[in-house]
RNA sequence: GUGGGUGUAGCUCAACUGGUUAGAGCAUCAGGUUGUGGACCUGAGGGUCGAGGGUUCAAGUCCCUUCACUCACCCCA
């Protein structure tokens, strides 16, 4: 019986994780010009950390975590989001006693116990960030503006930010009690699922995809007009930085997250053509989550984004990625010349120089269509002649150009033509 | 958890209303060129037709069950 990988998991293989890696390499720059450093939290904690952080009543925590009992019966979960990890590493190690802000960020793998779909998996990575201490506006819009950025160094094209807010402890149940009014008019007709929300989460029938709820929800009050003077003030601001450097942004007041931590700013970033979950990035301020989960009042915000659908959009827009390229392959002829081929190709790595070889004596017909293959830009042939004169054939796969030169000459040719190698 | 679609070679796909030994392209390997790549030519290897059961003289094809993948719903990166 063949054993494969389980449902919603996949393997990222050499060819597809070259991209991974471009992907991090410049998130990690970016993140680093903004001043986020780099945690690693574990991938599974105390199932209550997720319970209190995410909230009870999300999907999330009903159905789609991942939770398990040790063998000491205590009950884990692998983790199904990184900002409760990242918080509670946050709070254990005091870091907010040292510093009046941190920026945090991190790369790792998710879990949720859903059906698999396009873009969704049940292990999916994900890049995230949390600005811990900060209320002021500039931040939200900052750290919209550091997405931007970020995709613009990929090369991404076309995507879409929506922009919300979800108001505070103050104007939130003001809000939420002027929209269960005005919905309970029409609740006959709202589906089942959204009969349910009326009582217990009414902001959720907003974005809600059943085209009779949404033609509800159509007229619905706007957030927007129940807020409390201070989410008024912030939501303007962060608008404003948007506009001052001229991100495009859409209000959507339809926008609510699943996370029942979000208060005032919320956002999404989104590719059309991703299929149904188009989501790439997604964040939004969560200012009493510190506090829900036993650390001082503070403030936060944060983000993710989903380095799997990140991946999908990039080869939609057909982006290329930079490979690792070969410099030099060492065709080897009859195994007498294993020994003087083994030292050549250290010597040659030693000069960082990548250089490959096939260990079995194949033909040299062979060997020069696999150095083709593998795009190689030289090929040095070791070979009995070479040996007894001592010196290096060296041949370049583009000009077709072939000589007999000594160890130095050889690499200061293969140096002069490679652009990694020349300083 | 619910609904639709699809499972044939490493990959992409054929096989008419059931009918002999299941084919092709790409890839791999060998030869044409015994020390020289991409093109071309010739040839070779590679399949328990997802699995199990049933109908039939006969099943890749029809029926049932099951598994997997996939898309969508709920929800989300």
Redesign the pocket.
């Known amino acids: 019986m063949e054993i494969?990988?389980?449902?919603?998991?996949?393997d990222i293989l050499p060819d597809e994780n070259i991209k991974w890696q471009y992907i991090e390499h410049i998130v990690r720059n970016i993140f680093a010009r903004y001043g986020y450093t780099e945690i690693k939290t574990p991938i599974f904690e105390r199932t209550e950390l997720f319970i209190r952080g995410i909230g009870e009543t999300?999907?999330?925590v009903e159905?789609?975590m991942y939770t398990f009992l040790d063998r000491k019966g205590r009950s884990l979960t692998l983790r199904p989001?990184g900002t409760a990890g990242a918080i509670r590493a946050f709070l254990e190690h005091k870091m907010f006693a040292s510093s009046p802000l941190t920026k945090l960020f991190y790369i790792g793998p998710?879990f949720?116990y859903?059906?698999?779909?396009?873009?969704?998996?049940?292990q999916?990575?994900?890049i995230g960030a949390e600005a811990l201490g900060s209320i002021n506006p500039f931040v939200d819009a900052e750290i919209i503006t550091m997405l931007i950025n970020i995709f613009e160094h990929l090369g991404l094209k076309n995507l879409s930010v929506e922009l919300n807010t979800v108001g505070c402890k103050e104007c939130r149940p003001v809000y939420r009690d002027k929209l269960q009014e005005y919905l309970a008019a029409s609740e006959n007709e709202l589906c089942e699922?959204?009969k349910n929300?009326l009582t217990r989460n009414p902001l959720?029938i907003l974005?809600?995809?059943?085209s009779s709820c949404k033609e509800i929800v159509k007229n619905v009050p706007d957030i927007a007009d129940s807020l409390c003077s201070d989410c008024q003030k912030h939501f303007d601001s962060v608008k404003k930085y948007l506009d001052l450097v001229e991100i495009k942004y859409i209000r959507n007041k339809f926008l609510?997250?699943?996370?029942d931590y979000y208060t005032k700013t919320v956002f999404?970033?989104?590719y059309e053509n991703?299929?149904?979950?188009?989501?790439?990035?997604?964040?939004g301020r969560y200012d009493n989550l510190i506090e829900e989960l036993g650390g001082p009042s503070m403030p936060g915000i944060g983000?993710?984004?989903?380095?799997?659908?990140?991946v999908i959009a990039m080869d939609d827009q057909k982006i290329s990625f930079p490979k690792e390229e070969v410099d030099v392959f060492l065709?080897i002829?009859?195994e007498e010349v294993a020994k003087y081929a083994f030292n050549l190709i250290h010597i040659l790595r030693k000069n960082d120089i990548h250089a490959e070889v096939l260990y079995e004596n194949?033909?040299?017909?062979?060997?020069?269509?696999?150095?083709?293959?593998i795009?190689?830009k030289f090929?040095i042939?070791a070979?009995?002649?070479?040996v007894?004169k001592n010196i290096i054939?060296i041949?370049?796969?583009?000009?077709?150009q072939?000589s007999e030169v000594n160890l130095e000459e050889a690499i200061a040719i293969i140096k002069a033509q490679v652009d990694r190698l020349k300083v």
């Open positions: 494969n990988a389980v449902r919603g998991t996949r999300t999907d999330i159905k789609e989001e998710m949720r859903e059906r698999p779909q396009a873009g969704r998996y049940r999916h990575t994900q699922d959204c929300r959720r974005d809600c995809k059943v609510v997250r699943g996370l999404e970033i989104s991703l299929g149904a979950q188009n989501a790439v990035a997604a964040g983000f993710a984004m989903g380095i799997d659908r990140l065709a002829m009859g194949k033909s040299l017909k062979n060997q020069f269509s696999y150095a083709g293959k795009g190689s090929v042939i070979g009995e002649n070479e007894l054939t041949k370049n796969m583009e000009t077709k072939q």
